[in-house]
C-alpha cells in the first residue's frame, strides 16, 4: 500500500466516507446484517453515541485519499451493568486488505480500551470470514460459540461466532 496512513480517532468530517465504507458492506457482503444502505443521518446518532463513555471509541485509518478503515468499540448491551463490556468492530475500504492496515488500526482501539477499565470486549463474526477470524485471534480474542444460521441475507442463512478478549 503506497497511501501512508494516519491512525487517529474518528472525527464528524469522517462520516461521509465511514458511511460508504460501511455502505459497501451492506450491499456486497453478509459481513454486516443490515440490508438497507445507512444514511448520513443514520450514522449521526450513531457518531454521537461514542461521546456517551470513554469506552465507546471510534478510531480511524486516513491517507491522501480519505478515510481508508475505521475500528470501533461500542457498547455491548444497553443496561448500565454491562458499561465495562463493548462490542468491537473494524471496516476496511474494498481493495486495500492484506496490507496489514486492520492490524494497526486494530491495535490502535486495542490500546486505547486498554487505558480504560473495559473489562471484556466481544466480536460477532459473521461466518465464512477467515480474515477477521485471524485478525481477533491476533489480538487475544478467544472464541466462545457460534449461533447457527442467526441472520439471513441474499437468500441465504449465515451463522455468526462470538470471540471474547479479556483486559
Not at 69 to 80: L, T
Not at 144 to 165: A, C, H, M, P, T
Request: avoid cysteine; aromatic fraction near 14%.
Amino acid at each position: 500500500m503506497s497511501n501512508p496512513e494516519i491512525i487517529r480517532p474518528g472525527a464528524g468530517e469522517d462520516l461521509p466516507q465511514i458511511v460508504e465504507i460501511y455502505n459497501h458492506y451492506v450491499a456486497r457482503t453478509h459481513i454486516t446484517f443490515d440490508v438497507e444502505p445507512v444514511t448520513m443521518a443514520d450514522r449521526a446518532g450513531w457518531f454521537d453515541d461514542f461521546s456517551a463513555h470513554e469506552h465507546y471509541q471510534l478510531w480511524v485509518a486516513t491517507g491522501v485519499d480519505g478515510v481508508l478503515a475505521y475500528a470501533h468499540a461500542r457498547a455491548f448491551r444497553p443496561k448500565a451493568a454491562y458499561v465495562t463490556s463493548v462490542e468491537t468492530t473494524i471496516y476496511l475500504r474494498p481493495g486495500i486488505e492484506g496490507h496489514g492496515l486492520g492490524t494497526r488500526l486494530y491495535a490502535a482501539l486495542m490500546a486505547s480500551l486498554e487505558k480504560t477499565d473495559v473489562h471484556r470486549a466481544y466480536g460477532a463474526i459473521a461466518l465464512p470470514n477467515d480474515a477477521s477470524i485471524a485478525l481477533h485471534l491476533k489480538f487475544g480474542f478467544e472464541p466462545l460459540f457460534i449461533l447457527s444460521e442467526v441472520g439471513r441475507k441474499f437468500d441465504r442463512y449465515y451463522d455468526v461466532q462470538w470471540f471474547e478478549k479479556k483486559f
